[in-house]
């Protein structure tokens, strides 16, 4: 950086962005193009600064970009501080000018920006009603100042009466202050609210310091400055903010320096995995930067470890990037076992096909006649108690708990029903395979044998609740002793579709402490509209907080209202084909790349893929094996489970018949209650997971007798 670069400094507003993206190609290099030039100088004379009349706020300046296109700058009177704050053309420009202010609030310190037009809050129509009570009666003034609101907005806030007025005024007021006001309007307590939005009390706030505000977190969900290291990053962000702007809470918990181990639970859309990803870069550059330091990113699905690789890649340079491993856990595991010479292949069970199922088959052949139990119970039994429990010996089995279990045992039908256990593990061991339970436990074993091997200095993980008690423990082995910020664990018990719930502190992971466990609230990606319907499809069901206890969704909402996911029921599949074709004709071919449909299974997925080609749509599967490369046309399709972890605009959810959502032959494998329970439950989290990848719009749709899900 040159010594003139160095006496200034440049920041961009999220305004400035979202505008920037929305403009035609080629105008987006001329903007970026100027950009770049402005953050090397913006006291240049090259720039055209112009006074903009009639403007609210004596600092607003326009800079000329070209003959049509203006930027609007924030340059204070004192100081070195030049915040680009929007562009478009000339006229757009300078109305969006003329209507704003940009102040330093004297109560939070940050920097907010914030329409001054009074009308653009609330519509004289809507506060016709004298006689209806303000939303805010009960908050004083001064209460009010104190959550962030400006003087100059005090009254449009005493003209709300309703939450669905709040929710118009939201494009208007800063992001603080909607979010502030929108919790109060919820019912939290001021105190609550405060705690979130004024995060430094003993600050002194000097309103003139646009420097310093621009380092208060709640400026920093709006504003970044740029240099040379972060400008390009911010400039090729395109729509992906998460890049660039967090809330101030998950700052926080990206920042936390802590002795031990972190959850973070969160419900779809709160942007853990995001957090996540911000957590490992500022370990492996403020905490964990030698040359030699290793830090390991885990998460369930090998889908689910290369998209994370990939939007890793678009946050850390390639100097970090070499010390940040992305696997997931499955094939960290094999690759270990593998390096230490075990000679065994590890094989997944999948209920009547495959080498296991075959084995597993043969081991039932000794079930003794007297014994009345189904084919599933033994099945069962194995997954939810034995390999649940590490269960190694007939002693281990007899002492093992059987909570919730359908079938009570005695201690001599436990003998018995072992028998099946022992022949299963001898033909496992005759062939030289193991189940994935097995060759965790034996990366485990191997690695207390050795002690601390490894090179991490950290684990994250990321879709904790779908690990399983095995993995936990391995986890807790790789980093064996508790170090400062060893472990980040990242999941929702709402999402878990594959593992029975596990409780961390029975694996080594100790969370208690008031900074070792943290909740993330806010779903950034969907409407509260899209949100109220997925969370209505685990409506009833306890689910766990990844360590032993209930998790509720209190507080867990979206800021922004949006509309209800369209539902509708066909008479047959080519009429289901028509309504889904006109849901995805509604936007321009280009945008199809943001629309997702989803089915149950992979057959279901290739009827709709072929259907919709017929008709013209191009589409693009998204498999297991590949990343949803965004630079690739057409409508994607996929399975419930591969979307996990994706997000989109629009999402349709096909073939949610009565049958396929919930799978019926998946709820049919078991005749125990528990079990199918947690079958439903499973499906039911598939369903939640396939709604909340959207963003903004959900067409369900089904055909003949439709789920029982859609009540």
């Not at 031990?260 to 969160?266: E, F």
């Not at 500022?282 to 369930?300: C, I, Q, S």
């Not at 595991?333 to 096909?353: H, M, N, P, T």
């Not at 594959?498 to 806010?522: E, F, S």
């Amino acid at each position: 950086m040159s010594a003139l670069e160095n006496t200034f400094k440049v920041a961009l507003s999220e305004d400035l962005l979202d505008a920037l993206f929305k403009l035609p190609r080629t105008q987006q290099k001329k903007v970026q193009k100027f950009i770049r030039g402005f953050r090397r100088d913006p006291t240049s004379s090259a720039h055209n600064y112009e006074t903009i009349q009639n403007a609210a706020d004596p600092n607003m300046r326009s800079v000329r970009i070209d003959q049509a296109y203006r930027a609007i700058v924030l340059a204070p009177k004192q100081g070195n501080v030049y915040v680009m704050l929007y562009v478009a053309n000339h006229d757009d420009a300078y109305d969006w000018a003329q209507r704003r202010r940009a102040e330093i609030h004297p109560e939070t310190g940050s920097l907010q920006v914030f329409s001054v037009d009074e009308e653009r809050y609330v519509e004289p129509s809507e506060v016709e009603d004298l006689e209806a009570k303000p939303l805010f009666e009960e908050v004083r003034d001064r209460e009010l100042r104190r959550l962030g609101v400006p003087d100059d907005l005090l009254p449009v806030v005493r003209r709300l009466q309703t939450v669905s007025e709040l929710e118009g005024a939201a494009g208007e007021l800063p992001p603080d202050v909607y979010e502030a006001l929108y919790w109060l309007s919820q019912g939290d307590s001021l105190e609550t609210v405060l705690n979130v939005v004024v995060l430094d009390k003993e600050q002194e706030v000097d309103t003139e310091d646009f420097a310093k505000a621009l380092e208060n977190p709640q400026s920093q969900r709006k504003f970044v400055v740029v240099d040379d290291e972060n400008l390009e990053q911010v400039l090729n962000a395109s729509m992906e903010k998460w890049r660039v702007f967090l809330h101030p809470m998950q700052r926080k918990i990206v920042e936390l320096d802590l002795n031990g181990p972190i959850r973070v639970l969160g419900g779809a859309g709160t942007g853990k995995t995001v957090v996540a990803m911000h957590r490992a870069v500022f370990l492996a550059r403020e905490k964990f930067n030698a040359p030699n330091d290793r830090l390991l990113f885990t998460t369930f699905t090998s889908n689910l470890a290369r998209d994370i690789s990939e939007n890793l890649r678009k946050l850390a340079d390639p100097e970090l990037m070499r010390r940040i491993e992305v696997v997931h856990l499955d094939q960290w595991v094999s690759d270990f076992l593998k390096g230490q010479g075990y000679a065994r292949k590890i094989e997944y069970y999948q209920s009547g096909s495959g080498t296991l199922a075959k084995l597993w088959q043969e081991a039932l052949g000794g079930v003794p006649a007297q014994m009345e139990l189904p084919e599933s119970f033994f099945r069962e039994e194995w997954e939810y108690v034995v390999q649940a429990q590490g269960c190694q010996s007939l002693r281990d089995y007899l002492r093992a708990r059987r909570t919730g279990r359908g079938v009570p045992l005695r201690g001599a039908q436990r003998r018995d029903i072992w028998k099946v256990f022992e022949t299963y593990r001898a033909s496992l061991n005759e062939k030289g395979l193991s189940e994935r339970a097995d060759a965790l436990r034996d990366a485990r074993a191997l690695l207390k044998e050795k002690g601390d091997v490894l090179p991490y200095r950290a684990i994250l993980l990321d879709e904790a609740q779908d690990m399983g008690e095995e993995a936990f423990k391995l986890i807790r082995q790789m980093i064996p002793e508790q170090r400062d910020n060893d472990l980040f664990i990242v999941g929702d018990g709402h999402q878990r579709i594959y593992r029975q719930p596990v409780v961390m502190k029975q694996c080594g992971i100790n969370i208690q402490g008031r900074n070792h466990a943290h909740k993330l609230r806010i779903n950034y990606r969907t409407t509260d509209a899209i949100r109220r319907f997925a969370v209505g499809i685990l409506e009833g069901i306890d689910v766990d907080n990844l360590d032993g206890e209930v998790d509720q969704e209190d507080g867990y909402k979206s800021l922004r209202p949006g509309v209800s996911p369209r539902i509708e029921n066909a008479r047959d599949f080519g009429d289901e084909v028509d309504r889904i074709e006109a849901f995805i004709r509604e936007v321009e071919p280009e945008d199809y790349r943001d629309t997702c449909l989803v089915a149950r299974t992979n057959k279901r997925v290739a009827d709709y893929k072929e259907a919709l080609e017929k008709r013209g749509i191009p589409t693009h599967t998204i498999s297991r094996q590949t990343y949803d490369d965004r630079s690739a046309p057409g409508v994607r399709v996929a399975t419930m489970h591969r979307v996990k972890g994706l997000e989109f605009d629009r999402v349709i959810i096909a073939a949610v018949n009565k049958g396929v959502v919930p799978l019926q032959y998946v709820l049919d494998g078991s005749q125990d209650e528990m079990v199918r329970a947690d079958l439903d439950t499973r499906e039911r989290a598939l369903f939640y997971v396939a709604t909340t990848r959207a963003r903004s719009e959900v067409l369900v749709t089904s055909y003949g007798e439709r789920s029982g899900y859609l009540g």
